[in-house]
C-alpha cells in the first residue's frame, strides 16, 4: 500500500537501505539483529535469508541457536509476566490472628 | 585440511556427505537451498548459476579469503560450470573446460570423435530452417533425430521417413530450455540409428590413464519409447568384444580430452563395432553405481571426488565384501490404472528395493525413464548370475495394473 505513494515509499526504501545495509554496525552485529527480529515477527523468508547471511559471515550453528534462543526467551518472558498470577504470601502461623 | 573448503555447484546426489567424510568444509552454490541445507554446509550461497559471470566472480572473491582445493558436482547440467571455476581458480586437478563441453554436447563429442576417425557414426546437424530432402540425401533410414545437449533420453526419436524427421524436429524445437533453464543448442542432430545391445563403460581418469572399472550391460525396451528397464553388471561379453568397447572408450576419452574424471561412457555393439552413443563426466545414475561396489567394491561417487584432489582408485577403502555379479530391473506400467503389488515380499536375492508410487495410487503408462515404479537389486552368487534371478523375483511382486473399466 505505501507503494501508492512513490514519495513515502522512496523515503521508506532509502530508510530501509541505510537501516540495513549502511549505518555504523558491523555487518555481524546486523545480522543478529535482524536474526533476532525475524524469529519475533516469524518471518521465515527474512529469516532464511538472515541465516544464510550469517552462516556466509563463519556464525556456527550453535551461535546462531543461540541467538534465536534469546529471541525466544525474551518473548516468552513477556507472555510469562502477562500471564503472572499474584500469589501473597500466607504467615506460616495463624495463632495470634 | 580443517580449513580447506570444495566448492559444491549444484548437487544432485550425496556430495555434501562425500566432501565431509574427507574432510573438507563445504560451499554450496545453490539456486535455492532449503532451510535444512543451510545448516548442512559451512558457506551456503543462493544464486543464478546460469548466470556465469556473477558465479565465476563469486568464486574468486571466495578464493581470496577461503583455501579452495577443489570443485565438485555430479549434476550432469553442471559439470561444465564446475570445470569452468576450476580453471579460473587454477586447480591443480580438473576436468579440463573443453573436455565438459564435449561431454555435455553429444554434437561437438560427434564431430570430435568422427574427425579422429574413431568410431564414425554418420550424422548431420539440422535446424528449422535446413532444407531436409538436401541433408537426407546420402544418409540411410532409419534414423535418430536429438537435440545435441539435452539429457535423461528427452526428445530422442527413430524416423523411419522424412515426414517422422519433420514432426520430431518440431517437438525438439518447441522445448528452447532445458529443466535447469539452460537454452538448448539450435543445432539438431540427425544421426544413423546404432542399431544393437547397448552399454556403459564405468571408468575413471586420472593424469590422462584411464582406467575401466567394468561394462554395465543396459536393458532397455524397443523404440519409440526407449525406457530403460534394467542393468546387469558385469555384462557377459565375449572377450573380442570386451576388448573392442575397452579400446573405443580408451582412445573416446583421451581424444576428447577428459582427465581428473569418473566417466560414464554409453556404447551400442553393432555389426560395424562398438559406437559411442554419449559420455557423461560423472557416475551413472539407475543405481549404477550400486551394482559397481557391490562386485568391484570401489564406490564410484567417492571416488569421483577425491578424482578432484588428484587421486585414483588406490586412495579408496575397497568393500571387503563383493559379489560376483548384481542387476537392477525396473517395475514398468504397461497400461494406466490402479497399481498392486505385494510389497511386502520376501526373497533372499533382494538387496534393496523402492517403490516411487503407493499401493493402490492410480499410475499412468510408463513411457519414459521418470515414470517408472520402483525397481530392485539382486545379487548373484557363485552358482547363478544375478540376471537368472531377476524374472522369479519380479514375478514375486506380483505386479498388477486394473484399468478403471475391468471389474
Known sequence: MLALNQKLNSYFDTFFTEAVEGGTLPEREKVVAILTSATLLNDQATLKNAVLTAKQLGFTKEEIGQITAIAIAVNAQKIKDQVEVKVESKPSSTCCQ | ?407
Open chain 2, 1 to 407: 585440511m580443517d580449513n580447506q573448503y570444495v566448492i559444491l555447484v549444484s548437487p544432485r546426489d550425496n556430495e555434501v556427505k562425500l566432501v565431509q567424510q574427507q574432510g573438507y568444509k563445504t560451499i554450496l552454490l545453490r539456486k535455492e537451498i532449503s532451510f535444512d541445507e543451510i545448516f548442512d554446509v559451512d558457506v551456503p550461497i543462493e544464486m543464478d548459476l546460469n548466470n556465469e559471470e556473477v558465479v565465476l566472480e563469486k568464486c574468486l572473491e571466495l578464493a581470496n579469503q577461503l583455501d579452495i582445493i577443489s570443485v565438485f558436482t555430479m549434476n550432469e547440467y553442471r559439470i561444465p560450470l564446475a570445470s569452468k571455476i576450476s580453471e579460473l581458480l587454477q586447480l591443480k586437478y580438473k576436468l579440463p573446460y573443453e573436455a565438459s563441453l564435449y561431454c555435455r554436447n553429444k554434437k561437438m563429442a560427434r564431430q570430435k570423435l568422427n574427425e579422429a576417425g574413431i568410431g564414425e557414426v554418420q550424422y548431420r546437424l539440422v535446424n528449422t530452417q535446413s532444407d531436409l530432402k538436401t541433408e537426407l540425401e546420402d544418409i540411410d533410414f532409419p534414423l535418430i533425430v536429438k537435440p545435441s545437449n539435452d539429457s535423461g533420453s528427452k526428445n530422442v526419436y527413430l524416423c523411419n521417413n522424412e515426414a517422422e524427421i519433420s514432426t520430431a524436429i518440431k517437438h525438439i524445437v518447441q522445448s528452447e530450455k532445458n529443466i535447469v533453464g539452460q537454452s538448448l543448442d539450435a543445432d539438431i542432430m540427425i544421426e544413423e540409428f546404432l542399431d544393437g545391445p547397448e552399454f556403459s563403460i564405468e571408468s575413471v581418469t586420472v593424469n590422462g590413464q584411464t582406467t575401466i572399472i567394468g561394462i554395465t550391460k543396459k536393458l532397455v525396451t524397443p523404440y519409440p519409447l526407449s525406457i530403460e528397464v534394467g542393468h546387469d553388471f558385469p555384462a557377459n561379453l565375449h572377450a573380442n568384444e570386451e576388448k573392442e568397447i575397452r579400446e573405443l572408450v580408451e582412445e573416446s576419452l583421451a581424444v576428447l580430452g577428459v582427465d581428473f574424471a569418473v566417466t560414464h561412457t554409453e556404447v551400442k555393439l553393432t555389426n560395424k563395432g562398438p559406437r559411442i552413443v554419449e559420455v557423461n563426466a560423472r557416475p551413472g545414475g539407475d543405481e549404477i553405481p550400486h551394482l559397481v561396489k557391490a562386485v568391484t567394491g570401489i564406490d564410484l561417487k567417492s571416488l569421483a571426488f577425491l578424482v578432484t584432489l588428484g587421486k585414483g582408485i588406490d586412495s579408496l577403502d575397497l568393500s571387503s565384501s563383493t559379489v560376483p555379479s548384481a542387476s537392477i530391473r525396473f517395475l514398468l506400467a504397461n497400461q494406466e490404472g490402479k497399481v498392486s503389488f505385494k510389497e511386502q515380499f520376501q526373497s533372499a536375492y533382494i538387496k534393496e528395493q523402492k517403490w516411487y508410487v503407493k499401493n493402490g495410487e492410480s499410475v499412468k503408462r510408463t513411457e519414459s525413464n521418470f515414470d517408472r515404479l520402483g525397481y530392485f537389486i539382486v545379487y548373484g552368487d557363485e552358482q547363478n548370475l544375478s540376471s537368472s534371478k531377476v524374472d522369479s523375483v519380479e514375478k514375486g511382486f506380483s505386479v498388477k495394473i486394473k484399468n478403471p473399466l475391468e471389474i
